[in-house]
């Protein structure tokens, strides 16, 4: 099946800084990828979508100026959380979607702890 | 409001049992429903895919079926092993404006003993 490869794996940071998290599709192209976080034993939830050369449609409730997203190329999808605080500390996952065969493929997640 | 909800929350089961997860949908009008596993602090590993058309999918020990009528599919695991151990979610989708969104329910976190 389809790679997909998120980086880091795990994170950790001061509060107010920024983190960035990469979602890489390693053998096909993506034009859309998925941000998911889940908190501990929750649910996924999906945070927004990611279109490539096109602005990210953000779920309701997701502040987009504090959740960054760019999809610049076809393989890469960038997640940035800015001016982190510890109720960010969650377990960030991303998915890339095969449109021919309509399969998302997830990265390994990352989990942000945010001091 | 699209929900899933997955039967049961939990289960217990020693080696070798054959076991049925249970995973139930609002929208009937779902495109296709894919099974996933999670372990712990992972992220998801696909299983099997089933398409709106289709009423089962088989791969090795594991089979999932999809009534849609019913907004209903199980995932079936026979000869269960402790590497089955992991959490199972069947989240729902559909075809909205193009994209493809996934709803997740809290799925079935299963433990398998030795």
Redesign the interface.
């Given at each position: 099946?389809a790679v997909v490869s998120?980086h880091p794996s795990w994170v950790i940071c001061k509060s107010g800084t920024s983190v960035k998290i990469e979602c890489r599709s390693l053998d096909f192209q993506a034009t859309?990828m998925?941000w998911?976080r889940q908190f501990p034993?929750?649910?996924?939830?999906?945070m927004a979508?990611s279109n490539e050369g096109s602005k990210a449609?953000y779920e309701q409730g997701v502040e987009k100026d504090k959740f960054l997203i760019n999809h610049a190329s076809l393989t890469l999808s960038t997640l940035t959380v800015t001016s982190a605080h510890p109720e960010d500390s969650s377990?960030y996952?991303c998915?890339a979607?095969v449109v021919a065969?309509?399969?998302?493929?997830?990265?390994?997640?990352t989990?942000l702890s945010v001091l | 409001k699209q929900e899933v909800t997955q039967i049961p929350a939990a289960l217990s089961v020693p080696e070798g049992e054959n076991l049925v997860l249970n995973c139930s949908f609002t929208d009937s009008a779902i495109y296709n429903l894919q099974w996933f596993r999670q372990d712990p602090g992972k992220g998801l590993t696909s299983l099997l895919l089933i398409q709106s058309s289709q009423r089962e999918q088989t791969s090795g020990r594991l089979n999932a079926s999809l009534d849609k009528s019913s907004g209903r599919s199980t995932l079936y695991i026979a000869a269960s092993q402790p590497g089955d151990s992991a959490t199972y979610l069947c989240p729902e989708r559909g075809d909205q404006g193009g994209s493809e969104k996934l709803v997740f329910g809290k799925g079935t976190k299963l433990t398998v003993n030795p």
């Open positions: 099946g998120q859309t998925f998911y034993k929750q649910s996924l939830m999906l979508t449609t377990f996952i998915s979607l065969k309509n399969i998302q493929y997830f990265g390994a997640g989990r | -």
